[in-house]
């Protein structure tokens, strides 16, 4: 929240203060830790207006118990002009009801702070880099790629707006076997630039026509000095072009769904700069890297294995189920060993890491946290690092699965989802499921005008509040916040629903699940479609009711106030609120 006096914000600092109070009065311990105590609405709306655990949480530490420890924290709080009544429920939670001034106040605050309302210094600065995407540049975005890019970047969003300071990065694996690939595939096209017969693309290699644009460009920068040269003579510049080439066309492509990162972090430039090997270094000072020999793998008969002496990394020590080599037999640098030393150097720079990784990478997890871990412990300072696994996608046409993209080769793009249903539809749907749960896309069904589309469902609700602005302009009604005195039991209840949203926000960047938005704002739709309805039935609850004028100004101003938080939550998104459909 821009200022501490939104309404659950409000009544936390009450809840805090009465304990500080209870505090000084020694029916609580000095210092009690106030970590968990919450204030929430209840799960019954009949029980009331908000409700709050916080004897629940402290009578242990008091030596009393909940419902004894309840009736103290009641005493105080019946006191409070703007608490109707509070009672002790079950084993000691406290449930209040709310004077009506209680959300006037909160509508009039979604008013004044406008697009701040929700915004929180929860994070209080600290800088968090979240990690996303990161595709191999070996060709355009694909739908493997998609859920996680808008899981990442609404994620960003999200932290910004609880006070965080983000850095958004791409991590560009442009040092291992697959960039060789890419170069070989590029040569191929090159050669075809320029005329040459390259026949079928062979097993291997990239067969996409997206590389044809890159070997026009080759063939028309370098002629055909390359065409008879032996591979080591073009690999290298083959290899650094194309992969500029991908990186412009996943920029762009990324583009085409409003992401953005902040940093690309090159793999060739980490190992060219001996980060990997001063990693080393720093794990070998700390009794962190060992040479020793891996156990030759389980369940597996192989003639040709044979001891190898690799350093490993003692990631057992931090709950691995085994030491990890961070150098293959080669001398290369293995993925871990490299991946090791790039969250080094995003430590160096971060207060907290966050990764959000394809679930095909589940396996990884245990020893890069292991990593981090060991990093925090020799740094001195705890990093928190937290990975994100985001399951695939299955896309479907009408319930069939849907067709591959021909300029791809064997992938349906972004460039193509986009094309067709457009942006919002796509990073809505992405979000409208936990990422850690497989979902269906279907390029039907979320173009439908339904309410089981919750894309259509959250974009038409602010549509229809936009037409009703209209239509009430038309007729010389306007909203005022002078007659919300004019508002019953149906509007507060509305109000109830959007005054949620700053502590949705808090609750979703402190679990870093920005997916709890999308939900939120389907609930506050769905609530003023019911709103709305009334009218239907009953003419007496129209919105806009021309021979009463203050009833109208007080429905148009909550009707305009709904508005605002369904723009400040599909702006988190990266969704825009139509104003027409």
């Known amino acids: 929240m821009s200022e501490n006096n939104t309404l659950y914000a409000g009544f936390s600092a009450k809840i805090d203060a009465i304990l500080a109070a209870l505090e000084a009065e020694a029916v609580l311990p000095a210092d009690c830790p106030r970590t968990n105590v919450s204030v929430e609405p209840p799960r019954d709306p009949s029980h009331g207006d908000l409700a709050t655990n916080a004897a629940m949480v402290l009578a242990k530490q008091a030596k009393t118990n909940p419902r004894a420890l309840a009736e103290k924290i009641v005493e105080k709080l019946v006191s409070d002009p703007h608490v109707v009544s509070a009672e002790i429920a079950g084993p000691g939670f406290i449930n209040l009801k709310l004077d009506r001034s209680v959300w006037e106040n909160e509508l009039s605050q979604i008013a004044a702070q406008g697009d701040a309302y929700g915004k929180s210094a929860m994070g209080q600065g600290r800088r968090v880099n979240v990690e996303y995407v990161s595709a191999n540049p070996t060709g355009p975005m694909h739908m493997g790629h998609c859920r996680g890019a808008v899981v990442g970047d609404a994620l960003a969003s999200l932290l910004e707006s609880a006070g965080y300071d983000v850095v958004r990065e791409y991590y ?216 994100k696994l985001v399951q695939m996608v299955q896309l479907l046409r009408n319930g069939e699965p849907a067709k591959m993209s021909k300029r791809s080769g064997n992938f349906v793009t972004i460039a193509d989802m986009v094309d067709e249903v457009g942006k919002d539809v ?6 409208t499921r936990k990422p850690d749960a497989q979902m269906d896309f279907d390029f039907a069904k979320v173009v439908e005008t339904s309410k089981e589309n919750p894309v259509f469902y959250v974009q038409y609700a602010h549509a229809r509040i936009c037409s009703t602005m209209r239509k009430a302009a038309a007729e010389g009604l306007a909203p005022s916040p002078d007659q919300m005195d004019r508002m019953g039991d149906d509007e507060l209840a509305l109000i109830s629903q959007a005054a949620q949203f700053p502590r949705e926000v808090e609750a979703a960047a402190k679990a870093c699940e920005p997916h709890r938005i999308a939900f939120y704002l389907y609930d506050l739709a769905s609530a003023f479609h019911s709103y709305y309805n009334l009218g239907n039935d009953d003419a007496a609850k129209r919105i806009i009711l021309a021979q009463q004028p203050e009833v109208s100004a007080a429905r148009l101003f909550l009707a305009s106030q709904i508005g605002q938080v369904l723009r400040n939550g599909l702006a988190l998104l990266g969704v825009e609120a139509v104003e027409e459909l």
């Not at 409003?258 to 980060?275: C, Y």
């Open 172 to 387: 560009v694996n442009d040092a291992g076997g697959q960039v060789d690939v890419l170069a070989r595939s590029a040569f191929l096209r090159y050669k075809e630039a320029l005329g040459h017969d390259i026949g079928e693309i062979p097993e291997g290699l990239y067969p996409g026509d997206y590389l044809k644009p890159v070997g026009e460009a080759l063939a028309k920068e370098l002629g055909d000095r390359f065409v008879e040269e032996p591979e080591e003579e073009w690999l290298p510049i083959f290899r650094a072009q194309a992969v500029s080439a991908m990186m412009d066309q996943i920029r762009a492509d990324l583009a085409l769904l409003g992401i953005r990162h902040d940093v690309f972090a090159s793999e060739a430039a980490l190992q060219l700069a001996g980060k990997p090997a001063e990693a080393e270094q720093w794990m070998r000072a700390h009794d962190l890297v060992y040479d020793g020999v891996l156990e030759q793998p389980k369940g597996k008969v192989l003639d040709d294995w044979e001891p190898v002496e690799l350093p490993l990394f003692r990631s057992t020590k931090f709950g691995d189920d085994q030491d990890r080599p961070i150098k293959k037999s080669d001398g290369k640098w293995t993925y871990f060993g490299a991946d090791l030393a790039y969250h080094m150097q995003k430590a160096e720079g971060a207060d907290e890491l966050i990764d959000i990784w394809g679930a095909d990478h589940a396996g990884t997890v245990k020893r890069i946290k292991a990593a981090v871990a060991a990093l925090s412990e020799g740094q001195g300072k705890p990093i928190p690092f937290d990975v």
């Open 426 to 431: 796509v990073r809505f749907s992405m979000l």
